[in-house]
């Protein structure tokens, strides 16, 4: 025995592990991964026989997306970048429900492809098909069309792009069920802000923290911009007469519809219609 062993047993102290020991011990863990990733798949085998998803349309719910993300950031600890950590969750939740449901993700790409790709591959991986669309308009009718589709629309305002939310104003028409990212930061590698638009779904998949309405009104102007800037998240498109403008707007938990359509009456405008068009959580925001 040498005098270092013996030193080492002497005082206690765990032998320092070799680099073929840490490869092993590497192999060890990523064959535990992949046994954990088969196992989820034959839970959601009997999922399937469960629910019938495969029948009834898309198996996305964005109320149980969201809850698993922010668990996912609040146990997150060590060296692993949690940009890796959430793309890889990201694709698992994305891909195993397209294996419940086939689906295609259907994008926007006239404001420019390559941010919107990278966040519909971040959030939805290679599995999903993507199909290219020019114009949030043509997003949304394809994914009417669909049996279970999703969309991916601006979550901004985008020149020329028009009041194409008000095609979700009717009640079986594609609803906004999702906001991107799920957790937001400031160095996000898939940053670009995008609406999630479904065919509705179950009201148990759900969330509604952040209410998405359609809102019609003649006097818009620059005092009634600012007015409902300071309730809520807006995007505004020239709408009918000259002073007329279509309005997407995202009320947060702390608003209201009547409080906003009191400050727009308020600042000289007159609301013409409402119709709530879908939905989705809080932004969920951590440190970089």
Not at 214 to 227: D, E, N, Y
Not at 262 to 284: D, E, F
């Amino acid at each position: 025995m040498s005098g270092t062993e013996q030193a080492k047993q002497k005082t206690g102290a765990a032998p320092t592990p070799t680099l073929g020991d840490l490869r092993s011990e590497i192999d060890r863990i990523d064959a535990s991964m992949h046994a954990l990733l088969m196992e989820r798949g034959e839970i959601i085998g009997e999922l399937i026989k469960v629910k019938r998803t495969a029948e009834s349309g898309a198996a996305f719910r964005p109320a149980r997306e969201v809850s698993m993300m922010r668990r996912l950031v609040e146990r997150h600890r060590g060296i692993l970048p949690l940009d890796t950590v959430e793309s890889i969750w990201r694709v698992i939740i994305a891909t195993f429900t397209y294996v419940q449901a086939p689906y295609s993700v259907h994008a926007d790409f006239s404001a420019g492809d390559a941010l919107v790709r990278d966040s519909a591959r971040f959030h939805f991986g290679f599995t999903v098909p993507l199909s290219a669309h020019l114009g949030a308009a043509a997003v949304v009718a394809a994914v009417a069309r669909s049996k279970g589709d999703l969309g991916l629309v601006p979550a901004v305002a985008v020149a020329g792009a028009g009041a194409w939310w008000t095609a979700l104003e009717d009640e079986n028409a594609p609803k906004i069920i999702a906001r991107l990212p799920f957790v937001e930061r400031g160095d996000h590698p898939a940053s670009v802000p995008l609406f999630v638009v479904s065919r509705p779904i179950a009201a148990d998949g759900a969330i509604n923290e952040v209410q998405t309405w359609s809102i019609k009104v003649a006097g818009w102007s620059a005092a009634a911009a600012r007015a409902v800037s300071a309730i809520a998240e807006i995007i505004a498109s020239p709408h009918g007469a000259f002073d007329g403008a279509a309005l997407l707007v995202s009320i947060p938990p702390s608003g209201s519809l009547d409080h906003l359509v009191k400050a727009l009456v308020a600042a000289g405008a007159s609301v013409r219609s409402t119709a709530l068009v879908g939905g989705h959580a809080t932004r969920y925001t951590v440190g970089a």
